[in-house]
């Protein structure tokens, strides 16, 4: 914060390593602005033809919209304990940016056990944020988890991700429309269309 990063549209992004990341962080903005034509993709840096599932992380947003967690705020799964990992607050209305026409694909790596870096992850982010015309394919876990926050999406598509398509936890009270999703019977994890939790802990916590 209060850095914006801007992608222009068409831009093809190449992740480095198997755990290169791109974050977000609270109180920054992503604007990832691209068009029918010319999407925005995030890609592995492999060769075309042997590009695969945990080549590479992928793409987290963090915000400060409310969670149901005790204090408000927490740290994202399977990460350090650092200020830069915190999510949630207060503001409802809170804004990370713009991620529309956007291919998120062959990422996922493992950060711990059971625990992955999601397609789209999104951590207590607003309804000030713009979510539309979003492809995840490939990916190690979750095509998209909403952890918490209030932010509204549209226009979502994943296929061929290892774990559920569309994940939400932490008290998320969002709008999701036009969903879109192929699953491959073949892998071994809970490809469930749908999961969502209440809590990871197993609270009553409200929402």
């Given amino acids: ?16 390593t198997t755990r290169a990341t791109l974050f977000i962080q609270r ?17 592995s840096a492999q060769r075309v033809g042997s590009r695969a599932q945990q080549d590479w992380g992928s793409l987290v947003l963090l915000g400060a919209a409310p969670l149901n967690v005790t204090g408000g705020s927490a740290i994202l799964e399977g990460l350090p304990s650092e200020p830069a990992y915190t999510y949630g607050g207060t503001n409802a209305a809170d804004s990370s940016g713009i991620v529309r026409y956007v291919r998120l694909e062959f990422g996922g790596f493992p950060i711990a056990t059971n625990q992955e870096i999601n ?17 995840v394919l490939h990916n190690k876990d979750d095509a998209f988890e909403f952890f918490g926050g209030t932010v509204n999406a549209k226009h979502l598509v994943c296929a061929f991700n290892q774990d ?12 999701l429309q036009f969903l879109a999703l192929v699953q491959d019977p073949l892998f071994e994890d809970d490809t469930n269309g749908f999961e969502g939790d209440n809590d990871a802990n197993g609270s009553a916590n409200a929402p």
């Fill in 1 to 16: 914060a209060p850095a914006v990063l801007t992608i222009e549209p068409g831009t093809v992004i190449y992740g480095g």
């Fill in 27 to 43: 109180g920054a903005k992503i604007m990832a602005d691209g068009t029918s034509r010319r999407p925005i993709v995030f890609t």
């Fill in 119 to 135: 397609g789209l992850t999104l951590g207590g982010c607003g309804t000030g944020t713009v979510l539309d015309y979003i492809e």
């Fill in 164 to 175: 559920d398509a569309f994940d939400w936890d932490n008290g998320f009270s969002g709008k």
